[in-house]
């Protein structure tokens, strides 16, 4: 059974700084494709940032490049994503989620949350002065 569990959310004013932290059992994140989402309020879930497959290299969407980045560790099977400069508009539920292979090697299919096979609960980023 796989199980992802996030943490790391808060208040934070702009301009902060909040490392969110995606724990997994089941699956080891470091084989898989690993992304954050985030769902904002009467909003569709967006994708935030992924890793698409061991080795590859990370994807952004355009509104966090230059502020978050995603990483793994793989000693504690956990995704992070670190965001810097933080705005009110990244205020929003954070997700995690990984998907199965087989990959595509190309195409967008890793910003869409459909593609996903397994899923947090969510942790909540406010973004607020």
């Known amino acids: 059974q796989v199980q992802l569990v996030e943490s790391g959310g808060g208040l934070v004013q702009p301009g902060g700084s909040l490392r969110l932290s995606c724990a997994g059992s089941g699956r080891t994140l470091g084989s898989v494709a690993t992304a954050w989402f985030r769902q904002a309020p009467g909003k569709e879930r967006e994708f935030v940032a992924g890793i698409r497959y061991r080795g590859a290299a990370a994807d952004y969407a355009d509104s966090v490049k230059g502020r978050f980045t995603i990483s793994r560790d793989g000693a504690k099977n956990t995704v992070y994503l670190q965001m810097n400069s933080l705005k009110p508009e990244d205020t929003a539920l954070y997700y995690c989620?990984?998907?199965?292979?087989?990959?595509?090697?190309?195409?967008?299919?890793?910003?869409?949350?459909?593609?996903?096979?397994?899923w947090g609960q969510g942790t909540q980023v406010t973004v607020s002065s």
């Open positions: 989620a990984t998907k199965d292979p087989p990959y595509l090697y190309g195409g967008q299919w890793h910003a869409v949350a459909d593609e996903y096979d397994y």
